[in-house]
Each structure stands twice: as C-alpha cells, then as structure tokens.
C-alpha cells in the first residue's frame, strides 16, 4: 500500500472484476483507497489455469479486469503469466500498472555490477537446488531470486559450500513497513537471518568486487 500509484488505484476504481492472490489482502488494499462494491474473484496458484475462460469470457463481454497479487509483480514469480498469455492469444486488450517489484528495487540497492543480471524467480530445493548453484558457479554475473523465510538458511548453507563466500544483498519485506536491508558476506547472512519471517529476495555477486 505505500508504493501504490495513481494510475494502480484508478485502475481498481474503474474495474469491474478483481482478480486477487489473496482476497483478504486485497479487500484490506482496496478499504484502504475506500475502493467500494467490487466483485472479487480469487486467482492464485492453485486455480490459475482452470479460471482463464471464465475470465476470458468476462472480458469477452467488455468487462474491465485488474488482476491484484500480494507482494510483488503479476506474472514475475507470481500468478499472472497464463493469463496474460491467453489474453495476447485471444487479441485482448492488456497494460500495466508500474508499482513495487522486489527485483527491480533489488538491483538498484544491491550496489552490485548489474550489467548482467540472472533472475530465477524461487531457487529449487534439496538436491535440485545444489545442482543448479553448481551450474552457475564460475559465471560473471549477480544471481537474484526469492527465497521463502523457512528455506533461507538451508540455500545460505549450499550458496556458501558451493560459491563461497561472495558478496550477498538480502531484501526482505521490500517496500513494505517492516523493510531490512542488509549487504556483506553470505557466512554473515546465515548469523543475522536465522529467525528471520516475510518475503526475502537475494542477490548474489558472482562476479567478484571490480577494483577501482
């Protein structure tokens, strides 16, 4: 809610239908713009795929469709992209409202040489995870990707035996209230978020400091 833009909440005032990750957070988002009488469908993860006609049928029929998700940007590592897939398909008519996206907001605080920037949305876990940190270890470049509170010190522990010791960025709960910050090494990471909560995302220095 505190980074929300003016064209995002004049999108929701002229809406018809509301999509939402999670109707609770967007029925808080939308009482807080005093955005009233709106019809709230649920889209998440687990109905993504079987609600696109309905959907598509909605829009069909010129209504106005904003789709909402919780912390972070529609389709970029979040509910969003098989939708907008099939509305391209069907000659739909689509746009977007700019706002906080944990990516991007990463690569400006993290300090790093983001010339070139690999993005993976959420690592995978156990041994998939290990394998895929072994086939971008020796690449010049910053690794960003997401990562849940509850998984955060078992991927620490793999990016510290299989990469080293690099350099670290870590967001968490960015451009939210409870924001943190933090720049340094990944075994200093592993101290300071062991009891850690909220959305985190990661980047990592693959490329080494650039000397001056």
Known sequence: MLDMTIRGIRALREADVILAEDTRRTLK???????ENK????????????????????LSEGK????VTDSGMPSVADPGGHLVDACWRKGIELDVMPGPSALTCAMALCG????????????????KRRKFLREVKGKKLVLVFFESAVRMQATLKDVLEILGDCEIFVGREMTKMFQQLYRGKVSEALELFKDTKGEITIALNLKGREES
């Open 29 to 35: 988002l939308l009482k807080f713009y005093r955005i």
């Open 39 to 58: 019809q709230i469908l649920s889209y998440g993860v687990h109905n993504q795929t079987k609600s696109i006609p309905s959907i598509l049928k909605l």
């Open 64 to 67: 106005k469709v904003c789709l």
């Open 112 to 127: 790093f040489d983001t010339s070139r920037v690999f993005f993976t949305g959420f690592l995978p876990r156990g041994k």
